[in-house]
């Protein structure tokens, strides 16, 4: 999830866009996600408030579990430590599955993406495994091909996972190109100028040598302002070369595969349970100790930061390498983390494509059963999920699922006939290209009440101005599909090596939620998943002003708060408990 941000943060720079995001040149308080608007001026969820006025008196009555399903989660941090789940029945270290749970060893959680050889780092996005599936069937095939209904479907996945596959690999090609350029720019100034880290300056004094370094001049000037200063700047850049470069040698490449290797499962079999290894952390821990840290950083330990949770403990489940997620691992990971007494699960991930979304559902609804609550990120491309698809998700495959889908498909082919007809006649029979934007089909409300888990909350990301900005202008957005949000923009937490760093996304904004439903449930541990669900939402803050958002053509408009949410508001801890304390549980 965070690659999506650095990507979309990129993109802002070399496209030249005129619409907006948020100004980063200003210095937040470490912790402004717990602070309160009107006490500190800071749209947080008034954490810091609700334990001076409401829980001052109060002890917890529960510790409870948080399953972190993420890219790994470093259990030496120093603020993460003594916050960790560690499994009293598993011996440490002595090769013999103790507990007889089938992890030999997994005393903080378990890593579904290693084994005995070592550790997945990277792997393809989710459409790169489609096409590599799909390619020795449909290479061939052309429109005249005749194919059954199942393998119809097949033809359209694989021709949309080519299509996006295109655009992807000329977009990260093209980027990766200027960012080699940026980084090479600095990298000569810097040692021109005798500093690690030029200044904008030093910047200015150098003599671009052609067209494309004068441009780049110009993306680093919008970039320094849009970063805040030259030393986060630089940081990114070099965050973004790796990631690009990463882009391009692993998740866009159809001949890049090691999962036989490194992992060694049956991947065939989605409902495979026992393989992987006991390393939480694995060769990536950044993204995973970040979120964890925002869920439940030491709160009494004087040090680093402090999380929104202070009676809570962290399990560590890697499925996530720097690429897509597998739904096999990730259903996995829910039942790993249901069956070891987790009461709430971060999934700080996504992606556009699903590859077995029964196998997820199977397990979403196992904790569903077991009234376990799942928090997931909405994502950062800033589409609206309504529309777009963005798994995994809460709406099941069902029989009503597939009905509708195939009644929709009929109806939208409907609407648009009359204009492809009209269209054909105007251009003398050559037809013409419809804009994408004439073409407006409204949504049809009925999806949203096809099956679904009710433990399940979809989390936006918000920033810290109670004004225009205060969608953060990556996040994703659904007026049907995402339920609130929560901050998610230079959020301070853990690192590696004992360090703090800012991130942005709703991989951020997700633990925050996550958090908050962990502190209710310490109050309250009588709670079910959907009590939890049905307090964070009523209790949400609502926003009374517009604020910006980024159409499909690249405008910003103006638009109600309630049409990017369900709850119309900013999750609230102090009002969130102020709820418990009365609420009646259905």
């Known amino acids: 999830m965070k690659l999506k941000y650095i990507l979309y943060f990129v993109s802002f720079l070399f496209l030249n866009s005129t619409a907006f995001s948020q100004d980063k040149n200003v210095k937040l308080p470490a912790n402004w996600y717990n602070l309160d608007l009107l006490q500190d001026g800071y ?15 109060k002890k917890p009555k529960e510790s409870i579990i948080v399953a972190v ?15 960790l789940w560690t499994n009293a029945k598993e011996i440490p270290n002595n090769g013999i599955d103790d507990d007889g749970n089938g992890y030999i060893d997994d005393i903080h959680g378990w890593n579904f993406i290693g084994s005995k050889k070592g550790n997945l780092a990277y792997d393809n996005l989710e459409l790169i495994r489609i096409i590599r599936k799909y390619m020795p069937k449909y290479r061939s095939t052309i429109k005249s091909t005749v194919l059954d209904s199942v ?71 919008r970039g320094v302002k849009e970063s805040g200063s030259m030393e986060k700047f630089h940081k990114e850049m070099k965050d973004a070369y790796k990631q690009y470069d990463i882009m391009l040698r692993y998740n866009l490449n159809v ?10 499962d049956d991947y065939s079999n989605s409902y495979e349970r026992f393989y992987g290894n006991n390393d939480v952390a694995g060769p990536n821990a950044d993204h995973g100790s970040h979120v964890a840290g925002i869920i439940g950083a030491n709160r009494n330990n004087n040090i680093g930061i402090n999380g929104v949770a202070n009676n809570v403990r962290i399990m560590g489940i890697r499925v996530v390498p720097e690429g897509d997620e597998r739904d096999k691992d990730v259903a996995n990971g829910i039942r790993y983390a249901v069956d070891n007494g987790a009461r709430v699960i971060n999934m ?11 196998a997820v559902d199977s397990a979403v609804k196992y904790a569903e059963q077991k009234g376990v609550l799942l928090v997931h990120a909405a994502g950062n491309d800033n589409q609206d999920n309504d529309v777009e698809e963005n798994f995994p998700n809460k709406y099941y495959v069902s029989p009503e ?35 994408v934007k004439d073409l407006k089909i409204g949504i049809d409300t009925l999806k949203f009440k096809l099956p679904h888990a009710t433990n399940w909350i979809e989390v936006g990301a918000s920033a810290y101005k109670n004004d225009a900005s205060l969608k953060a202008s990556f996040s994703n957005y659904g007026k049907y599909t995402v339920d609130v949000f929560a901050p998610g923009f230079m959020i301070n937490s853990t690192v590696p090596d004992s360090k703090y760093e800012e991130f942005d996304g ?6 925050v939620v996550s958090g908050l439903a962990a502190l209710i449930l310490s109050y309250y541990p009588e709670f079910k998943a959907k009590d939890i669900r049905e307090i964070i939402m009523k209790s949400a803050v609502k926003v009374q002003q517009k604020v910006r958002r980024e159409n499909k053509r690249g405008e910003t408009e103006r638009v109600a708060f309630k049409e990017l949410c369900v709850s119309g508001g900013i999750a609230n801890a102090y009002e969130a408990l102020k709820l418990a304390a009365t609420y009646k549980p259905r």
Not at 69 to 83: A, M, P, S
Not at 170 to 188: C, E, G, K, P, Y
Not at 404 to 432: C, E, F, H, I, S
């Open 506 to 511: 709703t991989s951020m904004a997700a633990p």
């Open 401 to 435: 699922a597939t009905a509708y889908k195939k009644a929709n498909k009929r109806k939208v082919q409907d609407a648009l006939l009359p204009l492809l007809n009209q269209t054909q006649a105007q251009g003398n029979g050559m037809g013409r290209n419809i804009p």
């Open 348 to 358: 700080s991930f996504g992606k556009g494509f699903n590859w077995d979304k029964v």
């Open 69 to 83: 399903i993420d890219g790994g989660v470093q259990t030496t941090h120093e603020d993460l430590k003594d916050v």
């Open 43 to 57: 749209f947080g969820i008034s954490t810091e408030k609700a334990y001076k006025e409401l829980l001052k008196d």
């Open 151 to 221: 393998e119809k479907e097949e033809f359209a996945i694989y021709n949309r996972a080519n299509a996006e596959f295109g655009i992807k690999y000329d977009n990260a090609h093209q980027t990766f190109a200027v960012l080699s350029i940026i980084n090479r720019m600095l990298d000569s100034v810097g040692k021109v100028s005798n500093k690690p880290i030029p200044s904008l300056d030093d910047m200015e004094k150098y003599k671009a040598d052609g067209e494309e370094e004068e441009q780049c001049k110009k993306i680093i000037r």
């Open 255 to 264: 001949k890049y595969d090691q999962r036989a290797e490194l992992v060694g």
